[in-house]
C-alpha cells in the first residue's frame, strides 16, 4: 500500500481507502462485511469511511462497524483511521438533518456509541446548509476537536466558493480543515472546476468518493446492465437508476475498457488510477460487495502512470 500525505497535516492515508455506503447495513450479511473489512486491514488499507446515514437502515452501518471492530480491530484502533459524517436526513423533525450546532453535536455523539469509539480520526459536514450560518457549522466542527470527539475534520460536496469560505473560518478558529471529499470520476468532473486548484492553495487534502459512478465505470456494464447490479437494486440509496445507464454512456464505457485493457488494467483499475495519478488526491474512496474486489482495486496502483496519447483518448471518449 501507498500512503499519501493529507494536505499540509501530518497524516498519510492510504492511496485507496474503504468506503461503507452500501453493502455494511443490516439488509446485508455481517461476514460479509467482516470479510471485507479485514482484507482491506491485511492490504494496508487503514482508513475505513462512514456517515451517520449509512445502511439501510440508516445508522446501521456503524452499528455493524462497531461490532466488528468490537470483535476483530480493538487492537489495532492506534492503526486506524475511522471517519465518520453528518449533514444529511438523520431522524424526524427540524434536528436531525442539515448543518446546526445541535443536529451535528447529537449526530457525532450518536455515531460515537453505535461504533463503540471514544472518537472518530476524522468528523465530516457532509453536505452545505444553505440556511445555517456557514461559521455555526465550522465552529461546531472546532468544538467537536476541542472536545476530543475528533482529531481532525472535513468537509464534504462543498463547491470552490463555499469550500474557501470554510476553510478561511477553520484556518481562523484554529482547527485547520484537513480535508474535502467530493464526488469525482471519469464522468463528473466537476471538481476540476476550480475545487481542486482551492485544496492545492490551502494545503488541504481530496478523497474523491464514487470513482467508479457507482460501477458503471467497470466491466460490469460492458453488455448492458446486469440482473444484480445497482441499476436494479438498492434504488433510492444513493444507487444510479437505469435511465443514467443510457447507450450513450454503455458505448464510452466499452471504449475506454479498450484503453484499459491495452495498459493491462481492468477498466475498474484504470479509472482509480485515473484519479490517483493526481498527486494532490491524497486517497480513493473504494466501495465494494466482497473481498475479491477489494484485492482487484487495489492493483490500480501498480500503474497509475498515463501517457500523453492514453489522457488524449480518454478525453476525446469522455467529451
Not at 473489512?37 to 456503524?62: C, K, M, W
Not at 474523491?208 to 460492458?222: C, D, E, H, V, W
Not at 488526491?281 to 484485492?295: A, H, Y
Amino acid at each position: 500500500m501507498e500512503y499519501r500525505r493529507c494536505g499540509n497535516s501530518g497524516l498519510k492515508l492510504p492511496a485507496v481507502s474503504l468506503g461503507l455506503w452500501h453493502n455494511f447495513g443490516h439488509i446485508d450479511r455481517l461476514e460479509n462485511a467482516r470479510n471485507i473489512l479485514r482484507v482491506a486491514f491485511d492490504q494496508g488499507i487503514t482508513h475505513f469511511d462512514l456517515a451517520n446515514n449509512y445502511g439501510p437502515p440508516a445508522g446501521s452501518a456503524e452499528e455493524n462497524f462497531g461490532k466488528i471492530f468490537r470483535d476483530d480491530f480493538i487492537p489495532y484502533r492506534d492503526e486506524l483511521i475511522i471517519s465518520s459524517k453528518a449533514g444529511w436526513g438523520m431522524w424526524p423533525g427540524p434536528y436531525g438533518d442539515w448543518g446546526s450546532k445541535k443536529y451535528l453535536v447529537a449526530s457525532l455523539d450518536q455515531s460515537l456509541k453505535r461504533m463503540g469509539l471514544d472518537y472518530v480520526d476524522i468528523f465530516y459536514h457532509h453536505r452545505p446548509d444553505p440556511e445555517t450560518p456557514l461559521e455555526e457549522t465550522m465552529a461546531t466542527l472546532d468544538l467537536m476537536v476541542r472536545q476530543g470527539k475528533a482529531l481532525y475534520v472535513g468537509i464534504s460536496s462543498y463547491h470552490p466558493t463555499e469550500a474557501t469560505k470554510a476553510i478561511k473560518i477553520l484556518k481562523e478558529l484554529g482547527t485547520p480543515c484537513l480535508i474535502h471529499q467530493p464526488k469525482y470520476s471519469m464522468f463528473d468532473r466537476w471538481v476540476e472546476d476550480g475545487l481542486l486548484d482551492v485544496l492545492k492553495t490551502n494545503g488541504v487534502g481530496c478523497i474523491p468518493f464514487s470513482p467508479l459512478a457507482q460501477g458503471l465505470l467497470t466491466n460490469k456494464y460492458l453488455s448492458g446492465i446486469p440482473a444484480d447490479s445497482r441499476a436494479s437494486s438498492h434504488r433510492g440509496n444513493g444507487a444510479i437508476d437505469e435511465d443514467q445507464v443510457s447507450d450513450d454512456k454503455i458505448s464510452k464505457v466499452r471504449m475506454l475498457n479498450e484503453i484499459a485493457v491495452a495498459r493491462g488494467q481492468n477498466l475498474a483499475q484504470m479509472a482509480l488510477a485515473w484519479i490517483l495519478k493526481n498527486k494532490n488526491i491524497t486517497s480513493v474512496l473504494i466501495g465494494v460487495s466482497k473481498p475479491e474486489q477489494v484485492l482487484d482495486s487495489i492493483r490500480c496502483l501498480e500503474n497509475y502512470s498515463f501517457s500523453d496519447d492514453e489522457l488524449k483518448r480518454i478525453n476525446k471518449i469522455l467529451q
